[in-house]
Antibody, heavy 117, light 111 residues
Framework: EVQLVQSGAEVKEPGESLKISCKTS????????IGWVRQMPGKGLEWMGI????????RYSPSFQGQVTISVDVATTTTYLHWSSLKASDTAMYHC??????????WGQGTLVIVSS | QSALTQPASVSGSPGQSITISCTGT?????????VSWYQQPPGKAPKLIIY???YRPSGVSHRFSGSYSGDTASLTISGLQAEDEADYYC???????????FGGGTKLTVL
């Protein structure tokens, strides 16, 4: 069974750094892209970027380029989303999802990030 | 700015059928062959219910169907049930197949 398990909720202050994770299992990790999706409170889904674990090829939405960094650890089949300096506007639920051919077929449970002073 | 436009909300009574539209504002950019639909119940993660316009993943009810005409993709839910109450999102890739776009989402209320 394909599973994507995300790290727990985080409460941070503006300016702090943060890395959240998405641990996958049940399939060959290096065969599928993994994407990240932001969902601000009460709002819709926004695609942030995607990475291929085989070669770490990474594509970012123009809206998120330079704002976050996506990385992978093949040894632990884990994908990461990293902020170097959080802003209050980063407060949101963040989902990871596995990309099939042209769709996202498996999703993590989401990680809530709250940024507040 | 390219976007996928969905109605903010739709509603229907149990047993009825509803259709949610998804219209691209720049058809030169989107790959309409790759439209997918996601269901997100309140407080839960999204779930794939339609891919490549009209295909259902294993385990998804036959009450869900997808189609495409012109610049608009559509999701139809027949025989509405209370459990269908959720937010629904369309999505596709750009023609370069490098970027992903989501529609703004539609809240379905089952009356």
């Amino acid at each position: 069974e394909v599973q994507l398990v995300q790290s727990g909720a985080e409460v941070k202050e503006p300016g702090e750094s943060l890395k959240i994770s998405c641990k996958t299992s049940g399939y060959t990790f290096t065969n599928y892209w993994i994407g990240w999706v932001r969902q601000m409170p009460g709002k819709g889904l926004e695609w942030m970027g995607i990475i291929h674990p085989h070669d770490s090829d990474t594509r970012y939405s123009p809206s998120f380029q330079g704002q976050v960094t996506i990385s992978v650890d093949v040894a632990t089949t884990t994908t990461y989303l990293h902020w170097s300096s959080l802003k209050a506007s980063d407060t949101a639920m963040y989902h990871c999802a596995r990309r099939g051919d042209n769709w996202f077929d498996s999703w993590g449970q989401g990680t809530l990030v709250i940024v507040s002073s | 700015q390219s976007a996928l436009t969905q109605p903010a909300s739709v509603s229907g009574s149990p047993g009825q059928s509803i259709t949610i539209s998804c219209t691209g504002t720049n058809s030169d950019v989107f790959s309409y062959n790759y439209v997918s639909w996601y269901q997100q119940p309140p407080g839960k993660a999204p779930k794939l219910i339609i891919y490549d316009v009209s295909y259902r993943p294993s385990g998804v009810s036959h009450r869900f169907s997808g189609s495409y005409s012109g610049d608009t993709a559509s999701l139809t839910i027949s025989g509405l049930q209370a459990e269908d109450e959720a937010d629904y999102y369309c999505s596709t890739f750009t023609t370069s197949h490098t970027l992903v776009i989501f529609g703004g989402g539609t809240k379905l209320t089952v009356l």
